[in-house]
């Protein structure tokens, strides 16, 4: 069974259109989070959900809205694609306090 | 704001040779120290990780050790094979949830 899951696992959309990136872990972790990869490959948090409350935003564009329906699942939506928006985009889970995290296999947003 | 830096970006050793990957930290107030895994083109794989209240983890043929009070990580690997070629990820848990990222360390292990 796969922990941390995110669909689609490649998306390649034109820009200015909406897109969603969906996540969900069947860890029971309580706490979730969405992390983008670069193309220099350096990974940075980008939001963190802690039952269902948020508890991390970083300084992202408003255009990128997280959703947590449930502490299982975190979606990321985004609104009027730019080219400097692909990536690879991560969801990982961890159980607040000493656990490590667990990291899907990352979905790759391509803005033509 | 936690820094995370790893040396070196490269590493490129003939088979059967250790590997030293470092990893160093700015901020010494820590919870846990994971490292990761990443081949090109897939996610992360979890290999080791330390609590802030112990030295060294240890999972087959890899060793991570942990100074927190210097704020450095070392991770070996031990009689390194082809399969091990892929870049290695330090991330530190800082207390107030984030995991901070370093830029990693790729390895090529020569047949």
């Known amino acids: 069974d796969t922990a941390v899951s995110q669909t689609p696992k490649y998306l390649v959309t034109q820009m200015g259109n909406d897109k969603s990136i969906k996540c969900e872990q069947n860890?029971?972790?309580?706490?979730m989070y969405w992390y983008k990869q670069d193309s220099k490959k350096f990974l940075k948090i980008m939001f963190s959900?802690?039952?269902?409350?948020?508890?991390i935003n970083e300084t992202v564009p408003n255009r990128f809205s997280p959703k947590s329906p449930d502490k299982a699942h975190l979606n990321l939506h985004i609104n009027s694609l730019e080219l400097g928006d692909s990536a690879v985009y991560f969801c990982?889970?961890?159980?607040?306090?000493?656990?490590?995290?667990?990291f899907g296999s990352g979905t790759r947003l391509t803005v033509v | 704001k936690q820094e995370v830096t790893q040396i070196p970006a490269a590493l490129s050793v003939p088979e059967g040779e250790n590997l030293v990957l470092n990893c160093s930290f700015t901020d010494s107030a820590i919870y846990n120290l994971q490292w990761f895994r990443q081949d090109p083109g897939k996610g992360l794989t979890s290999l080791l990780l330390i609590q802030s209240s112990q030295r060294e983890q240890t999972s087959g043929r890899l060793n991570a050790s942990l100074d927190k009070s210097s704020g450095r990580s070392t991770l070996y690997i031990a009689a390194s094979q082809p399969g091990d070629s892929a870049t290695y990820l330090c991330?530190?848990?800082?207390?107030?949830?984030?995991?901070?990222f370093g830029a990693g360390t790729t390895v090529t292990v020569r047949a």
């Open positions: 959900y802690n039952n269902k409350e948020l508890i």
């Open positions: 860890l029971g972790h309580d706490t």
């Open positions: 991330a530190v848990r800082s207390n107030d949830y984030k995991l901070s």
């Open positions: 990982a889970s961890s159980q607040s306090g000493v656990d490590g995290y667990t």
